[in-house]
């Protein structure tokens, strides 16, 4: 399994109910959670200790909250504790937590009214939410939602227990109203709703509390970073020369467009490609000529059966290839790059204009017959004209959507966007957890296409694993490229930018890599 596992509310529950069927008590994990919850509390709310609110619902979250609430008392800090709900309606491990808290002699005050809470607002330093956890999967109504609403005005740090309360743990949706937390501590290993907007903006940063297990070994979906990256980046020998790096061919670029054959041509270079020749159509080559250096271009011929046929001999003699950027959407153009996604027989990056010829033609399933490995880079209105479906749609629930792109394509799939998802078709996938909004811009995605490309040609027998393996390489090197480029900016971030920096994150990531192995010889 790469990556640190990413679970969804039913896979939760499982590796709970695994744990306990191994003979771990249930009481046993929660007391282990809150404990774990309240050292991170303590290290990382320090200086807001004075008077706590602990807020608890009725299920196991709340009894997590408990635990913390009597953790903390042994620790001389003292918290106001209120119980949202029924106190007789508490059951099963939580009701243990809330008998044990009531033993030290701190009993939660139950609420009836929202109301209430307000004599309790001007003296809390520190907000725990104890709620809902995992399990919540409908909106929220009634006196819980008039709490969480309430609590939401409050203007003292929050920190949420395993999920921000009204987060799906699934999607990342709010459920009706959500209290935005500062620091999540999640409990056991992340949760998909995390890593998902809006849910990832409701979390704060996160923070994973062991439970005194180890996480399940095996996820279908996990979460990937610059620990990930450098474990699998790894130094060139001394004697590497551009045939180690490989030859990326860039098929991309029209009048008026060839910015993006550039972008994608830099990215694959900044990523490690050893030649990249940019292979335009007509007249674009000129323009790619007065504007490059380092690497080659190539004119590709009006007519189709030329056009398709040159670019099928320069391919024989290439690594990897990208396909799409900047190409333009008319009927030629259009009947070129079909014929190109299924007899390129090299792995191909499909970007752009190959995605909207796909698209456009309704033949997603015929990409099951291609010629070698492709990975489809849709951002998500590309990925909903793919499915025939709406962007608010794929927006909803984007693992659902990278699954089925490449499922029906049987092709690894990178859903760009705030967390981008690499999928592949056995129904497995990976979320990158870096990135910045400044990404948001133009070029960027044509960079990204080169990045893959570039790592794409140091393979000399490509399969779909492999291919998977240097998609999110490539995505998380990029993502990270983009953080350095924007240098704490939001905004105003350059496609070039993020080129220029591919190479000093890869570096960064063979350094690191080899400090982690050095380590673990030790």
């Known amino acids: 399994m790469i990556g640190r596992p990413l679970l969804s509310r039913a896979s939760a529950r499982a590796a709970d109910r695994a744990l306990i069927g191994a003979g771990v008590l249930g009481i046993v994990l929660m007391e282990n959670a809150g404990r774990a919850a309240t050292d991170v509390i303590v290290r990382e709310m320090a200086t807001h200790l004075a008077r706590p609110l602990i807020v608890g619902g009725l299920g196991q979250n709340g009894g997590d909250a408990w635990v913390v609430a009597r953790q903390l008392r042994s620790r001389g800090v003292t918290s106001d504790v209120v119980l949202v709900g029924d106190p007789a309606k508490v059951a099963g491990d939580a009701a243990i937590a809330l008998a044990s808290l009531r033993a030290i002699g701190l009993t939660p005050f139950t609420i009836e009214r929202v109301e209430q809470l307000d004599a309790l607002r001007d003296r809390a330093s520190l907000l725990i939410d104890g709620l809902f956890g995992t399990g919540l999967d409908r909106p929220l109504e009634g006196l819980v939602r008039d709490v969480i609403e309430q609590l939401d005005t409050w203007t003292v740090p929050r920190v949420a227990l395993d999920l921000p309360s009204g987060v799906c743990a699934d999607t990342g949706r709010v459920l009706g109203a959500a209290l935005r937390a500062d620091l999540t501590i999640t409990l056991h290993a992340h949760k998909r709703g995390l890593h998902h907007a809006p849910g990832v903006s409701v979390a704060g940063r996160v923070v994973v509390a062991d439970i005194g297990a180890p996480a399940p070994v095996e996820s279908e979906a996990t ?219 133009a070029g960027t995605g044509d960079v990204l296409s080169g990045v893959i490309a570039g790592l794409l040609a140091e393979t000399r027998a490509a399969t779909p694993s492999t291919t998977f393996d240097h998609a999110w390489r490539g995505v998380v090197a990029h993502a990270i490229a983009g953080e350095r480029g924007a240098n704490g900016r939001d905004r105003g971030l350059l496609a070039s930018e993020v080129a220029e920096a591919v190479s000093l994150v890869m570096g960064d990531a063979v350094r690191d890599g080899a400090r982690r192995a050095m380590s673990r010889r030790a």
């Open 223 to 441: 979460l990937v970073g610059a620990a990930e990256l450098a474990a699998h980046t790894h130094a060139r020998a001394i004697d590497a020369h551009k045939g180690t790096g490989g030859h990326v061919l860039v098929i991309a670029g029209s009048p008026g467009k060839t910015g993006a054959a550039l972008l994608s041509g830099l990215g694959a270079m900044r990523a490690g490609a050893g030649l990249v020749t940019l292979a335009t159509r007509g007249a674009a080559r000129a323009a790619l000529d007065a504007k490059v250096i380092e690497l080659m271009t190539r004119e590709v011929p009006e007519a189709l059966e030329a056009g398709v046929g040159t670019v099928l001999a320069d391919a024989a003699r290439c690594a990897s290839a990208v396909l799409g950027p900047g190409l333009g959407l008319d009927d030629a153009t259009r009947a070129f790059v079909r014929r190109l996604i299924l007899e390129l027989p090299i792995p191909t990056v499909l970007d752009a204009d190959a995605l909207r010829a796909i698209a456009d033609h309704g033949s997603l399933d015929t990409l099951v017959r291609c010629a070698a490995p492709r990975v489809l880079t849709p951002h998500p209105a590309e990925a909903a004209a793919l499915l025939g479906t709406t962007t608010e749609i794929i927006q909803s629930d984007r693992f659902a959507a990278a699954s089925r792109l490449a499922s029906v394509s049987r092709q690894c799939v990178v859903l760009k966007g705030a967390r981008t998802i690499v999928a592949r078709a056995d129904g497995t996938f990976v979320v990158c957890d870096r990135g910045t909004p400044a990404l948001g811009v």
